[in-house]
Every structure is written in C-alpha cells, then in structure tokens.
C-alpha cells in the first residue's frame, strides 16, 4: 500500500473519528431512522441530476447501498439513540474491519499472511478488551445493534470492491440513492411521522442548529469526503489492507469523546488502544521494500553475472 494512500487512510479515520460527535449532536434533535434517511436524500437529489450513473452491475450498487447505506446508519442510530455511548460505538463499530477480512478471503478469496492474522487478531483483541470493560455501563441491545452495523459495513465493502467502478466518487455518491426509500419506510412505521415533522418544525431552536451542524458534518464530511476517499482506497487495494486502518477510528472518537462529552477512558481502554495501533500497523503494512530491495540486488547479480 502507498504512502499516499496510508495518509489517504489515516485522515479518513481522523473524519470517521469526529463524526461520531457529529451523529451524537445530530441525534440529538432528529428521530434517528428519519435522520438516515435525510441524510442520504440531500445527497441523492443533486446526484441524480449532476452525476453520470457509474458503470457497474446494478445488485453491486444496490448492494453497496443497502450494506455501507442502509443497514450500517440504521442499526448505528438506532444503537446510539437507544443509549449506546459515543466512543464505545465507534469502537464496537470497527468490528467491520475483521468481518470484511473474513468477507473478502470467503467471497474474493483473498489470501492472508501470517502477518496480517497475527496484526488483525491484536487489533481485535484490543477491542475486545475496551468492548468488555465498557460494556458494563451499556445494555446488550445498543451492542448487538452496532455490531449489525458492522456487519453491514463489511457487505457493502466487498459490494463496492466488486463494483470496480472507474469513478469509486460516482459509486459512493450513487450508493446515496439507494437508503432513502427503505430508511423513510422503516421511519414511518417505527417512529411515526409526527415525530419526523416536530423535528423539522422546531429546525431554528438551538437543540435544532446543533443537530442541523452535526448533520452537515455527516453529509458533506463523513459521507462524501470520508466515504469518497474509502471507496477509492478500497479499489485500489486489497480489501484486507485497507479495512484493518478503520480499527484506528476508535481511537480517535474516543479521544474526542473524552475531551468535548466528558466519557473517561480508563487506564486499561487506552492500553488497549495502544494495542489496536500497533495491530493495525502490523496488519496493514506489508514488507515491500525489504522484498524491492532484495529483487533490485538479484537482478543486479544477474546483470553483473550476464557482463563478465
């Protein structure tokens, strides 16, 4: 994986770290299935009219939709209005990484090294031991419904891999169009209309800017940059490289949970995020230059062995 495309990575987990505030504040004021579905309507219409429909088979679109789109923001939502804590969300959310490694090696065959297995299981067991020691303050349901989440996170990745669009911006932009319809249904039935509308009528309290701010930060940042930026990314690399890097985005929302809502991490969670890093590092980054190295002097024998 390039160097450009680490930073590439490391800046959309910055953005995916903060938008957990965003989603927080945004919860705040709308009705989480409508906010779903907004957010994604406000995307779809000027996609729609501007934006030439990528060339790609229509069950990869839908799929990428309905997986990264639908199912990922629904069940996230739901979870974290129902009392799932910001930073343990983004945590729990990161089990996507892992179920996309398993994804991509069942449906795309991937290989594994030995590296990125050991690397993988660190950065879990990390998790792992943060998800325990949180989860005494959250109810199991916010927790089963975020790992739904990642599980529907890790089926759009492979859709979109599979995708292979030459524009992976059109994909993600056209990916929007699929979420409203389902998203609004699901909303009218489980929370009502009335509900929707209160929220839109009290728009200029300042319960409604703080929600209003928090969804421009998901539309424009978590959900065309960030997801912009992932979708390119994952074409251009393994899916098994790639996915580990957003195990780093608890770390980030964490941090910022901590700072800006006052959620303490204990010593024991930031230990275990010490390890996620190194995991992540040790999973994600493979040994090219030392095998480029090695490839250079034996071509460089050979010449010499080819001159004399």
Request: proline fraction near 6%; charged fraction near 10%.
């Amino acid at each position: 994986m390039p160097t450009r495309d680490r930073l590439l990575a490391l800046f959309v987990v910055l953005l995916w770290g903060l938008n957990f505030l965003a989603v927080h504040a945004m919860l705040g004021h709308f009705p989480p299935l409508f906010a779903g579905g907004l957010r994604f309507l406000v995307i779809a219409i000027p996609t729609l009219l501007f934006v030439p429909r990528p060339k790609v088979k229509l069950r990869w679109l839908l799929g990428y939709g309905l997986g990264f789109g639908t199912g990922q923001f629904a069940f996230l939502f739901i979870a974290m209005d129902h009392g799932m804590p910001t930073g343990l969300a983004s945590l729990v959310l990161q089990a996507s990484a892992p179920f996309t490694v398993l994804l991509g090696s069942a449906f795309l065959r991937e290989k594994l090294s030995a590296r990125q297995l050991i690397g993988i299981a660190a950065a879990v067991g990390g998790m792992i031991v943060i998800a325990l020691h949180q989860a005494e303050n959250a109810v199991l349901l916010p927790v089963i419904l975020t790992l739904l989440a990642a599980l529907s996170w890790a089926t759009g990745n492979i859709s979109m891999r599979q995708a292979k669009a030459d524009n992976p911006l059109h994909l993600t932009l056209w990916m929007s169009l699929v979420p409203p319809i389902p998203m609004f249904a699901l909303s009218a039935v489980f929370e009502g209309p009335g509900e929707a509308l209160h929220s839109l009528a009290t728009i200029a309290t300042p319960s409604g800017w703080v929600g209003l701010g928090g969804f421009a930060y998901v539309v424009l940042l978590g959900t065309i940059v960030g997801s912009g930026i992932w979708s390119t990314l994952m074409r251009r690399n393994p899916a098994n490289v790639v996915a580990p890097f957003s195990l780093l985005v608890p770390i980030v929302g964490m941090s910022a949970s901590f700072l800006l809502l006052d959620e303490r991490p204990a010593l024991v969670e930031i230990l275990a995020g010490v390890v996620i890093v190194g995991g992540v590092l040790l999973g994600s980054l493979k040994r090219r230059q030392r095998s480029t190295v090695a490839r250079s002097s034996d071509e460089s024998g050979e010449e010499l062995a080819v001159s004399s």
